[in-house]
Each structure stands twice: as C-alpha cells, then as structure tokens.
C-alpha cells in the first residue's frame, strides 16, 4: 500500500472505539459476482482495465475496480462498526470525460455522497459509522453524462466489525407481477389510428385485434385496390392514390363488436407511427437461421403480440456470405457473377421466406451496412448500393435497418457531410424502388443525427450504442433519448434501441439466451419510457421462450395506444428528485400521458402536480398499466414507486 494511505487507513482506524478488538473485513473478501456494473466485471485490487489501481497519481495496492453504473449490496446484520474507503476515477481510464458519482448508503440512508469526481482529482475518504445498521448500498453512478470511460475505484476499501462477517447479496427481490388483466372475449380493435404508404406500390396490413376467435371483419370505405379477408383481417391490394382515406374498421364475435377510425395517408411519408415488431439480434446473434425466422412470425401471431400492433419481423446480421467465419454455412462467395448478394446456406430462400412472413400479414425486415463489411464480417453493400436494394425489393422485405459497421474505414468527405453521404444515397434509392421500404438508421447518434436522419430519407435512427451493453441503464438512456424530442414527429423517430427482456443473449459474448438481468419492475419501466418516448417498439429476446409475464410486458394495448398515438409527441422529463422525475406525453386526444419513475435503489413516493404541469383542478387518473380508472384526483396524484420501477397514467379531463 502506498504510505501515503497506509497512515491515512490508520488515522481513521484510530477513531473507532478499542480499534484491537474487530476485525477488518476488506471488500475484495466478498463476493464480487453480486456486484453489477456498466461495462467489465469486478477486478481484485486492479482497476477495471486490469491495470495497477491509481487514483488522482496515488497507488494503491488494495481495492476492487468497477465500473458505472455499479452496485453492490452488503448484508451487515446490525453488527458492523464502519465501512472505511478511497474512492475516485482511476488514472487508467483513457480519457478527461470519465465522471463519477460515489454513494454508501445504509437502510436507505446516504452516509457519504462524493458528488461528481473527475480524472486526476484526489482520492476522497469514506468512514461512515455503520452501527446497528443492516444493509449497505455502495452505489458509483454516472453523474448523468454517460457512462463511457467510468473506471471506478473502491481502493483500501474494508468494514471493520466487532464480530460477525460481511456478505455481499443478490439486489432486493423484486417478485414477477402481473399487472395487466388478460384481454376479454369480446373484440377489441388495437393498432395505429393513421397509416402511411405510398401510391401503387404493395399493401399488406393486419388489423390488430384482440377476442375469442373465430372474428369476422369489415372496412367501411376501403380504397379501391385494397382488399380485406373477412376472416383473418389481413389487408392487401395496391396502396391507393395519393391522398387521404377516412376507414372505419369493424370486428364482431359472438360476444360483441368493436370499431375504429383507420386514416390511410398515401403519399411520401412511411412509418406516421413508431414502427413495431422484433429483430433477431439480442437472442440469436450469429446463429440465426430461416426456420428461426419462421418460427418468430409463428409466435407473432400464436402469442397474441401480433394482436396488440407488432408486425415486423426482422434479420439482423449474419444472414449472408462471410469470406470467413467460425460457421461453414456461412462462408461463400459475396456475390454471384451478376453481383447480386447472396445469402448463406441457412437462408435457402429469400423469397420464400418473405411469402411465409407476409401471409400472416405481417412484414419483414433486413439488415445490411454502407461498408464493404457488416460489424459481425459478411457482405455489405458498399458500391452495390442501387442493386442490393433492387434484390431486397424483389425479395419482398420492407423495413432495411442500415448499420454504419466497416463504412468509417471507406467513408470520404469531412464533418456532417461524411456521416450523412452513405445514408442519403440508400435513402434515394429505397424512394424509388416499387415497394415501401422503411430505413432504420443504424449509427449511433454520430453527428446528431436525430437532426438530418429524415432528411436523408429515414423513418427512425438510432441515438446512441448499443442498449444490450448497458441494460442497467435504460432509465439514464431513455432520458437521453428524450432530449433530443423536438426531432421526434410521425414519419421520423429516434430510437434508443430494441426491448430486451425475456431470455436474452449476452452482448459482449453473442452467448445463448439466458433470464434478462433486470428486475421486473426495470422491466415494466423500460417498456414504460419506450412508450412515452414514442420510440420504435421491437422487441428482441428469444420468441421461443416467452413468458407469461414478458407479454404481459410486451403486449398492453393501453400502454401501446401510448406509444401510437397519432400526434407522435415524444414525453417531456420533469425533474421531481435526485432519483425521481416524470415523463409527460400529450396525446391526440387532448388527455396526457404520464410516468412516474424511480430510478433509484429503494422505493420513493413519485407525485404529479397538476398546478406545476399546468393543469386545472379535478383531474379523472386511469392507471394504464393495471387499466384501472383510479377516480378524480383533485391536486395531483402520488404513488409509491418501487427501485428502479415506475407507473403510468393517463390523466384526463375534469
């Protein structure tokens, strides 16, 4: 240890009454395995990256390295004297953005709180009496920036008992609720009210509808050149002219019928709602296969998911040729001798495969990169731009989800201009192919894209990386996302990636689909805030192993009408707390829609104030998850909100 230190840790040793009779315990004694962290995994006196722990210029030889966001629960059972500790940002970290924020909290109570610490500012002591306390909470956060280059340090960090040993826990348990009721008999149409396509081109929409099955459906004014199947409520034809066409859509059963406004705008624009569906790539990664494909459109609809609005089915990578790869089926030649793509031996049949998702009514997706290579090494589209998407065309795929991967090392130009070039192009071509093709813009949020991604010709774009490396921050993601909502309108929406939850692979290892990581609570709130934001709903978990309690999740119709609310307005955030705020979305209606969220470690009381949200008195509250009306509320409302939890209501008129 660094002498330094050494006569410190003393010094604070000293203050603890008959200092030789406990015994000290250092955190490096416990298990690490509880530990969650941002990015890594826990390091015994080493910082995160492996490299000798160093804070502000100071060595240290003890200690455990983490990363942001980290938590570690402690069981102390009453018995330990104090937690003692050096914390800051470690030396290694590689970069002058890393911010930190250092908490030790006991029973709910914040005993030390570092505010934000930077690269090469001093170590910060922490000595807190812990006496008669039975739980500790030792939190690094990141200080609301971000969680890139967050290397945390716990240095010297140790508990000193009278008796007894510390043991570190799983997180609080936080059981699997099912909130929402199951959908009655009777049927209850769900689904957008506006959608968008473009005139002569192929028409293919399945009414979202919920009730005992057989259903029979009908279509008060349908545009000639579209067709409905009584049956099976799948639309198809040839999108009519331009212009707009007010449909009344109808579903009845033995147990009753149930109608709604279906406005058809035909023109330029795609995707007036938030595009829904699943992507393979957070559960199947490399292994993906036709007949995994065919089995999600199968559970699409078996599940009910397709019911309630989703209806895309999407290939992420993986699915060409490789000039090499772990897999033989997945190596060949790029391109035949025309130049066209081709798909590896796992997808024998593009067209067919099409055809088999389409006859449910559903869509199907695709994914490709400007570069000469996609992130996972196969065939991209670099310089066969016009062709590639002539074949996804042919194919019959409408959604291309283009992923920026190997084009940096080929991209020309400087500043905006180099990141939007690429996309612009395909943009131009997906406009003039005979089929309606929506662009997901898959780059990260490089350039600010949210502010020229509709420019360029897309429907929706990614704001930042990768959620499936940071799942234990969609709260801090979300709210990112939601800063850049002036952007967000129909037509045009930023995405902070798909919903993973369910049975979920590891992102960093691409490893088989395991539990998700996130308490159920987090899991409610992650869909909650994907709604409010009006974000693309795309679930990408294992469609093989879902759950009652993950479509309870994935498929309230209230909570969804949220998200496709025609005026496509992305929440506001209202601060209410160090750990609590709002998220306010107006809707078409004239209602609102709210969230109440904690993103903290222990349940809060969350309140809207109607007098600070501008509202008048006498508000009638729905709680839209449980699809309860709560009564009027005349102030405002206020619930208890679990950890890292949330709730939603809409709140409407007097």
Not at 304 to 312: C, L, S
Not at 350 to 379: E, Q, V, W
Not at 487 to 514: H, K, L, S
Not at 611 to 616: D, H
Request: glycine share 10%.
């Amino acid at each position: 240890m660094h002498r330094h230190h050494t006569l410190a840790f003393a010094l604070l040793l000293a203050t603890v009454p008959e200092a030789a009779a406990l015994e000290t315990t250092p955190l490096t004694a416990l298990d690490l395995t509880k530990m969650r962290q941002g990015w890594g995994t826990p390091q015994v006196d080493r910082a995160v990256t492996g490299k000798p722990l160093s804070i502000g210029g100071h060595p240290f030889e003890t200690g455990v390295g983490t990363h942001a966001r980290s938590v570690l629960w402690v069981d102390l059972d009453g018995k330990s004297g104090r937690f003692q500790a050096f914390v800051g940002v470690d030396d290694a970290t590689g970069s002058d953005d890393a911010s930190i924020r250092f908490r030790v909290i006991a029973d709910g109570t914040t005993l030390f709180d570092s505010e934000t610490m930077h690269r090469g500012q001093k170590a910060q002591q922490v000595d807190v009496p812990l006496s008669g306390q039975k739980s500790l909470l030792l939190l690094v956060t990141d200080a609301g920036d971000g969680v890139s280059f967050d290397h945390a340090d716990w240095a010297d960090a140790r508990f000193v008992m009278a008796e007894g040993k510390p043991a570190a826990v799983a997180v609080p348990d936080d059981p699997e609720v099912i909130l929402t009721p199951k959908p009655g008999p009777a049927p209850r149409l769900n689904g957008p009210r506006v959608y968008g396509c473009r005139p002569g081109n192929p028409f293919v929409y399945r009414i979202p509808t919920t009730g005992e099955r057989p259903l029979r459906f009908s279509a008060v004014r349908l545009p000639e050149g579209l067709r409905l199947d009584e049956q099976s409520g799948i639309v198809t034809g040839v999108a009519p002219a331009r212009g707009e066409y007010a449909v009344t859509l109808r579903a009845r059963n033995a147990h009753g019928q149930d109608e709604q406004p279906f406005l058809i705008k035909s023109g330029d624009t795609l995707a007036l709602t938030p595009t829904m569906g699943w992507n393979h790539w957070y559960a199947h990664y490399n292994r993906i296969t036709d007949a995994m494909m065919r089995e999600a459109a199968d559970i699409m609809v078996s599940s009910g998911m397709a019911d309630v609005g989703y209806q895309y089915v999407s290939i992420d990578d993986c699915w060409m040729n490789a000039p090499k790869y772990e897999d033989p089926l997945r190596v060949g030649p790029l391109r035949d001798d025309q130049g066209r793509i081709l798909p590896n031996k796992h997808f024998p049949d593009m067209r067919a495969l099409t055809d088999y998702i389409h006859a449910y009514g559903l869509k199907a997706g695709i994914y490709t990169s400007p570069g000469p290579y996609t992130c996972a090494g196969f065939s991209g589209t670099y310089q066969h731009e016009a062709q590639d998407a002539a074949t996804f065309a042919e194919w019959g795929f409408d959604l291309l989800k283009y992923d920026w991967c190997s084009y940096g090392n080929v991209a020309t130009g400087e500043g905006r201009e180099r990141l939007t070039r690429p996309y612009q192009l395909m943009g131009d071509i997906l406009r003039r192919q005979p089929r309606d093709i929506v662009l997901n813009l898959c780059q990260y949020g490089m350039g600010d894209v949210w502010e020229w991604g509709a420019e360029v010709g897309g429907q929706s774009w990614r704001t930042a990386g990768d959620l499936g490396f940071e799942l234990n921050r969609v709260f801090e993601v979300a709210r990112k996302n939601a800063e850049h909502r002036e952007w967000n309108r129909p037509g045009a929406w930023n995405d902070p990636d798909y919903i993973q939850i369910g049975f979920v692979g590891n992102a960093r290892g691409m490893g088989e689909p395991t539990p998700c990581p996130i308490t159920p609570s987090e899991q409610y709130a992650y869909m909650s805030l994907w709604c409010l934001m009006a974000a693309p709903l795309f679930y990408s978990g294992d469609m093989s192993r879902l759950d009652e309690f993950t479509l309870n999740v994935l498929c309230n119709p209230e909570m969804i009408a949220v998200n496709q609310d025609p005026l496509g307005q992305c929440g506001r955030v209202i601060e209410t707390g160090d750990e609590t705020f709002l998220m306010v979305k107006d809707l078409a209606d004239g209602s609102l829609a709210i969230g109440l969220f904690n993103q903290g470690e222990f349940p809060m009381k969350v309140t809207a104030d109607w007098e600070s949200l501008g509202l008048p008195t006498g508000r009638q509250v729905r709680d839209l998850w449980r699809q309860q009306d709560l009564g009027k509320f005349e102030t405002g409302y206020t619930v208890e909100v679990p950890r890292r939890g949330g709730a939603v209501i809409r709140v409407g008129k007097p």
